[in-house]
């Protein structure tokens, strides 16, 4: 029997220490609770700082919300990374051009991650598909969506704090963790379906 691969996400800001592994580590960390095993979520950042661990205000934030921050070095984007890739959710749009121009043919699968927040509750996905399945039908839609809508392009960054106030690192996590918090929703609505005839199989089979 064929077992699926998992379905691979990339997270990516600039030095790849505050913005995408925190994004990196509690999409991971809530996606495992939901549909373990589904899926890889990595990261990596157009200037990053190679090596470095998070940064210490985020490798906090991380351990509060109930991930884990052990095993970080950050690394820098590559075409080769980006080549292993079902989904790239860039921090900013900028991130986002930058990831296009390395490979164009990931326009078609990169969204800023409050974009995608933003967008995916309003897309028809068929629950209960496997993951991989459900996603390639709320992509392309999402992408039509993108184009639709109407918005202040700015509410689809997420802020850089290195360096900066406590202040604005808690802007970050304002802008962070309700976006992240949307795309588990998702997961976790879509694979509902699936769970009462799982469920009632295995009991039946014990009568």
Known sequence: MSVT????????????????PMVERLL??????I??????????GTGA????????????FVRVLGA???GFAARQLTPEILDTQDLVLALTRKHRSRIVELRPALLRKTFTLRELARILPQVPTPRGAVVAH??????PLALRARSLQGHNPEDDDVVDPYRRSDDVYEQM????????QVLLDWERQNTQALRPR?????GTGHH
């Open 35 to 44: 549909t373990p095993g589904a899926y890889i979520v990595e990261s990596a």
């Open 198 to 202: 799982q469920h009632n199989a295995s």
């Open 5 to 20: 691969p998992p379905f691979r996400i990339l997270t990516v800001c600039t030095g790849n220490i505050c913005r995408s």
């Open 68 to 70: 884990s921050a052990e």
């Open 173 to 180: 996590r304002q802008q962070i963790t309700p976006a992240v």
């Open 134 to 139: 459900r996603w390639s039908t709320a992509i």
């Open 28 to 33: 991971q960390q809530g996606l495992d609770l």
């Open 49 to 60: 700082l190679l090596g470095s661990a998070m940064e210490p205000h985020i490798e906090g």
